[in-house]
């Protein structure tokens, strides 16, 4: 499976007041390829709703969609998921959700992790954070000259992610990373069509 670009991120404490939708609509027509549905409440009702209406969304576009830490939810929708290194079994999310899921894993700064959900079953796996991040400032650091020794190493898709936007994302891209991984600098926008445009430009910069 190839996959390369902008991989769009929600965020329930910034896509309040209705914005999920037509933020994430706009993402995608700005040409995104993933999108993972990150929620870190417990409201089980809303977020099958919210993440049934993701995966609707996404097949118009013929995007895939992600969900973040919750296999249960990406099992009863058959979607993705991504996981963290305390999110549970990488292993076991490749049982229940087969062969041709996506799963994703983080790794921070280990290319020693990577390696294990490599073979754990990941599709694909994420380095970061690179920049300053406002959405999770507490991530270990990553820099470039790991993401080059990453691209050496793994044939699969690699996600960069951490205080992304259009102005600092090309050093990444020429690290080698497939794909970025954007919260706030995607949708930390007070439009749709502002969260389109940035979507744009995060596109155009992997195609040039
Ligand atoms: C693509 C991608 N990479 C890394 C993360 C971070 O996952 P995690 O460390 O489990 O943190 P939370 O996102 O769950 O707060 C991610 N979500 N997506
Ligand atoms: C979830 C996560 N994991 C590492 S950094 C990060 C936050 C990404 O959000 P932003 O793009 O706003 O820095
Ligand atoms: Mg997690």
């Given at each position: 499976m190839s996959l390369g670009g902008l991989y769009a991120i929600t965020d329930s404490a910034l896509l309040t007041d209705g914005k999920l939708l037509p933020y994430v609509e706009a993402a995608l027509a700005g040409g995104a390829s993933l999108v993972q549905y990150r929620d870190?409440?417990?409201d089980t009702v809303r977020r099958l709703e919210e993440a049934t209406r993701l995966k609707e969304l996404c097949g118009q576009y013929d995007a895939h969609l992600l969900i973040n830490d919750d296999l249960a939810l990406a099992s009863q929708l058959q979607v993705g998921v991504h996981l963290g290194r305390?999110?549970?079994?990488l292993r076991e999310a490749r049982q229940q959700l087969g062969p041709d899921a996506l799963i994703g894993a983080t790794c921070h700064a280990s290319l020693e992790y990577a390696e294990q959900a490599v073979a754990a079953g990941a599709s694909y796996v994420a380095f970061g954070r690179f920049f300053p991040s406002?959405?999770?400032?507490g991530t270990p650091a990553a820099t470039t000259g790991l993401l080059r020794e990453a691209r050496e190493r793994f044939a699969i898709p690699i996600i960069a992610i951490g205080g992304i936007t259009a102005d600092n994302a090309r050093q990444l891209y020429d690290a080698g990373a497939d794909l970025l991984a954007v919260v706030h600098g995607l949708?930390?926008?007070?439009s749709a069509a502002e969260v389109r445009r940035r979507a744009l430009e995060f596109t155009a910069l992997k195609i040039c």
């Open positions: 870190k409440s417990v305390d999110d549970g079994s406002v959405t999770k400032p949708f930390g926008a007070d």
